[in-house]
């Protein structure tokens, strides 16, 4: 039988020469991740399983992230929990305050994940890693606590949604504006359980800080994951990040898909999404004048330094308006260190910048940048349901850096072009 990139991965880690849409399987894995809300709870049922020794102290990540620096003590209790666990488990991958990032930024930095890697994580946007070539995809606490003891799990096999990639993106746009455009246009349940698996010449010209967001976001349109054919682009990321070797799997060329989508690159234009749903886009043409109270530039879809680097280009001798709040939030330690060598922390903090420790915090309206009642907040990160960063008659925009930072400037959603 034909396959597809996921189709192969899953094959080859179920032992099996070939697998088939809706097959179940078991399958080994390469990486196993959790975080200081869904560790937790994975703990207590692989203990409520009576699980002894985990499956290999290695490949297991507990990445304390979300409510970190702890926001309270319902956080710290969770975190020791977590803390107390990893200690006695010998896990190897556990990254605490000081040294923590947020995990889907994280994750790739430290070479924990390569091509051809089979991950689970308990979050749903562990599809991120599928930029690098690998099926990453989130899981419940339970099937966690499974992974971390037996190294196992198991999958229905998807069917797959080919997107072919032509051109190149303009300036000011990015591959945030990539993702959100095909979510406005298959919805949030346009790839319910498939992999959305990218092709064709333009895939070159998009960066791996591009790739990763884009498969970051495949969640947002019900996708089990999103994959990236492995390039020399990729190739390099891995052999600069990981002493592992990637194994490279690709699709048949006749392998069998739902659906194709074309999208040329060149006509991609700034794209936000509005309340209350990722798919609610809209390109400047449509867009009235909005008011906003909060941007947030950071997360596990654009915190990356690149995305710092556009924001600081944009925010370099200016000052952000009066009236909104700025936050700034480096994914990793290492992207913090890097934004501060290259001088953008300076320039964040001159333009009236908030520059945070890397955390999720108010993506999930966890902490540092909760909104109010009558709210508008604008931000780089990936969802934007109803009370998703603080109160539920709070609102939700979401966008790339470039216009959120030319946002933060004028105090209203605008196009970065026009500055």
């Known amino acids: 039988m034909q396959m597809t990139m996921s189709q192969k991965i899953l094959a080859a880690h179920s032992g099996q020469e070939s697998v088939r849409p809706g097959e179940l399987i078991m399958a080994g894995l390469d990486l196993v991740l959790a975080n200081d809300i869904t560790a937790p709870v994975a703990i207590n049922e692989y203990r409520k399983a009576g699980a002894g020794c985990v499956f290999d102290c290695q490949k297991i990540a507990l990445v304390m992230d979300h409510f970190t620096p702890n926001k309270d003590i319902k956080a710290a209790e969770q975190t020791k929990l977590v ?29 924990l ?19 690098l070539g690998a099926f990453s995809t989130g899981v419940g606490s339970t099937d966690m606590a499974v992974g971390m003891a037996s190294g196992k799990a198991w999958f229905k096999v998807p069917s797959a949604m080919k997107f ?27 790839a319910l359980y498939k992999s959305m698996e990218f ?63 074309e999208i040329d690159l060149s006509k991609i234009r700034s794209t936000v999404a509005f309340p209350h749903l990722p798919s609610n886009t809209r390109t ?8 906003i109270d909060q941007v947030v530039i950071g ?50 903090v001159n333009a009236g910048c908030a520059v945070s420790t890397p955390t999720c915090g108010p993506c999930l309206g966890g902490h540092m940048g909760i909104l109010a009642k009558g709210e508008r907040a604008l931000a780089t990160t990936n969802r ?36």
């Not at 994940?113 to 930029?131: K, Q």
């Not at 709040?325 to 934004?339: E, F, G, H, S």
Request: with cysteine; net charge negative; glycine share 10%.
């Open 199 to 261: 092709s064709g010449d333009g895939v070159a010209s998009l960066t791996m800080d591009d790739r990763l967001c884009i498969c970051n976001m495949a969640i947002e349109a019900g996708a089990k994951n999103g994959i990236f054919p492995v390039d020399d682009l990729t190739l390099r990321f891995i052999a600069d990040h990981s002493k592992r070797k990637p194994v490279v799997f690709a699709a048949d060329a006749d392998a069998e898909y739902d659906s194709v989508m």
């Open 83 to 111: 803390r107390d666990f990893a200690d006695e488990k010998k896990i190897e991958n556990f990254f605490d305050v000081g040294e923590v990032g947020v995990e889907h930024a994280l994750l790739p930095e430290k070479g």
């Open 113 to 131: 994940v390569v091509a051809g890697d089979l991950v689970i994580g308990a979050d749903s946007h562990t599809c991120t890693y599928g930029a």
């Open 284 to 291: 400047f043409d449509q867009i009235p004048e909005t008011r």
């Open 384 to 419: 934007n349901f109803v009370g998703r960063m603080g109160h539920p008659e709070s609102e939700v925009y979401l966008s790339s850096p470039e216009v959120a930072a030319a946002s933060a400037l004028t105090g209203i959603i605008t196009d970065p072009a026009t500055l």
């Open 164 to 190: 072919n990639v032509h051109g190149r993106l303009s300036k000011w746009v990015s591959g945030k504006d990539v993702i959100l455009h095909i979510i406005g246009k298959i919805g949030v349940d346009g």
């Open 299 to 348: 997360s596990c879809t654009n915190g990356r330094l690149s995305d710092l680097q556009v924001a600081a280009e944009i925010l370099k001798g200016r000052k952000v308006h009066k009236r909104v709040r700025t936050l700034i939030i480096p994914a990793t330690q290492k992207i913090w260190l890097d934004a501060m060598h290259q001088g953008l922390l300076e320039i964040f």
